[in-house]
C-alpha cells in the first residue's frame, strides 16, 4: 500500500508546511522518499527499531551512531488497517518536533487512506468497464464476465435493458455522473462505464421497463440541472446476457435516427425504421426514389408534417401556418405526383415508409 508515488507525495505535502527534511521508510527500512535524494534506498537504522518494537524512536545528537544510517530527529510507526506498513522521519531538533511529530503522523495516514479509497475505486470502475466491454462484444468471454462481476459482488438478472447515453457537452467529472447512475438506479441494479470518449453505457438489471424508465427520467432531470447536454436511448427488454451485443447496437443506431437534445429516446420508437435501416441500401433507394422522385421540399415537408399530425388536416395545417384549403389543394398535388393518397391508410403506409428511407440515405 505504501508505493514510491504516495511517499514522495506525502514528503512533498509535509516537507513543504514544515520546512523540514522528510523521510518515509519501507516495512524493510529503506528510505523510499527523501528531500535528501542522497539518502534514497539506503537502509535506516532507526526506522529497522520502530518496526522491531512498534513504537516511536527519538533520536538526539548524542545517539545518532547507534542507528546506522540515522541523524538527529522523531521517527514514527505508519499504521494502515492496525497493520505497521513503514515509518516516517522527520530530521531535526527532537524537542521542537514533538508537538508535530503525532500530526504529521496522523496526516500521513490519512493520505495513504485516501489514497487506498481511490485506487478501490479505480480498480472497481476498471473492473465494471471490462465487464461491460465483454458485454459489448459479439461473442463474449462469460468466464471473465462471471469473474469480473464476481470480484465486485454483483449478480446480473433478469430483466436486463441497455441504456446508451451520449454526452454533447460534460459539465461534471465522469465518475461523479457514474456515481450518480448507479444511484439513481440502484448498485445493485445497474453498472455503468464509458464504451468510448463520449458514450456512456449503462447495463441495467432485475428492473422491469417502467420502473428503468422511471429512473432515466430522474438522471434526464439531474443531467439537465447540470447544463450538460446529451441524448439518451433504451433498448427493449431482454432476458439474456448474450442479447446485449444486439441491444447495445439497437441504441447505437436509436442515436443516429435523432437530433434531439436531453431527450430520452426507446428503441421501440424507430424498430421499423432500424429494419429498413437493415434492408439492402439498392433496394431501399430503387422504393424510396419511385414513390417520391416526383416531390419537391415543399410536399415533402407538406407529408411528413402531415404524418407527423396522425394525418389531421386541422393540426397540420396550423403546424405549417397554411390555410386549410392550401394544405388540401398540396396533398392532392401529392396524389398527382405519387399515385398514392396520404389520406388513406394504405398509401399513407407507403409514403411513410419512403419518407423513412430518405431520412436513412
Not at 93 to 109: A, C, I, Q, R, Y
Not at 248 to 258: F, G, N, Q, R
Request: charged share 20%; glycine share 4%.
Amino acid at each position: 500500500m505504501l508505493t514510491k508515488e504516495i511517499a514522495n507525495a506525502i514528503v512533498q505535502e509535509t516537507s513543504i508546511r514544515l520546512d523540514r527534511n522528510i523521510n518515509i521508510m519501507d516495512k524493510d527500512g529503506f528510505i523510499i522518499a527523501s528531500r535528501d535524494a542522497s539518502r534514497l534506498h539506503t537502509v535506516h537504522g532507526g526506522a529497522v527499531e520502530v518496526l522491531t518494537t512498534g513504537n516511536s524512536l527519538t533520536i538526539y545528537p548524542t545517539q545518532a551512531s547507534r542507528w546506522e544510517g540515522s541523524i538527529p530527529g522523531i521517527n514514527l510507526p505508519i499504521l494502515f488497517n492496525k497493520d505497521i506498513i513503514g515509518v516516517i522521519g522527520i530530521t531535526g531538533d527532537p524537542d521542537e518536533l514533538e508537538s508535530v511529530g503525532e500530526l504529521v503522523k496522523m496526516t500521513t495516514e490519512l493520505m495513504i487512506q485516501q489514497a487506498f479509497i481511490t485506487s478501490q475505486l479505480e480498480w472497481k470502475q476498471r473492473t465494471k468497464e471490462m465487464v461491460i466491454e465483454q458485454l459489448l462484444l459479439p461473442n463474449p468471454t462469460y468466464k471473465t464476465i462471471h469473474k469480473g462481476l464476481e470480484m465486485l459482488e454483483i449478480n446480473l438478472l433478469p430483466p436486463f435493458m441497455a441504456v446508451t447515453i451520449q454526452l454533447h457537452q460534460l459539465t461534471i467529472q465522469k465518475q461523479e455522473l457514474i456515481d450518480k447512475i448507479e444511484q439513481f438506479f440502484g448498485y445493485h441494479h445497474a453498472i455503468a462505464g464509458f464504451s468510448s470518449l463520449n458514450h456512456l453505457f449503462i447495463v441495467v438489471s432485475h428492473m422491469e421497463e417502467q420502473d428503468a424508465v422511471k429512473q432515466m427520467k430522474t438522471l434526464q432531470s439531474f443531467l439537465q440541472k447540470q447544463r450538460t447536454t446529451f441524448t439518451l436511448s433504451y433498448s427493449l427488454p431482454f432476458k439474456e446476457l448474450n442479447q446485449f451485443h444486439q441491444a447495445y447496437l439497437d441504441c447505437e443506431l436509436a442515436l443516429t435516427m435523432t437530433d434531439k437534445e436531453n431527450a430520452l429516446i426507446s428503441f421501440s420508437q424507430f424498430e421499423v425504421k432500424a429494419l429498413l435501416h437493415q434492408m439492402n441500401s439498392d433496394l431501399r433507394k430503387r422504393f424510396s426514389n419511385r414513390v417520391l422522385h416526383d416531390l419537391n421540399d415543399t410536399h415533402t415537408i407538406t407529408l411528413k408534417t402531415f404524418f407527423e399530425n396522425d394525418l389531421n388536416i386541422q393540426k397540420t395545417a396550423d403546424a405549417l401556418f397554411l390555410h386549410r384549403n392550401t394544405l388540401l389543394y398540396r396533398l392532392n398535388a401529392i396524389v398527382d405526383k405519387t399515385g398514392y393518397n396520404p389520406k388513406t391508410f394504405n398509401d399513407s403506409l407507403i409514403l411513410q415508409v419512403a419518407l423513412w428511407i430518405k431520412e436513412l440515405k
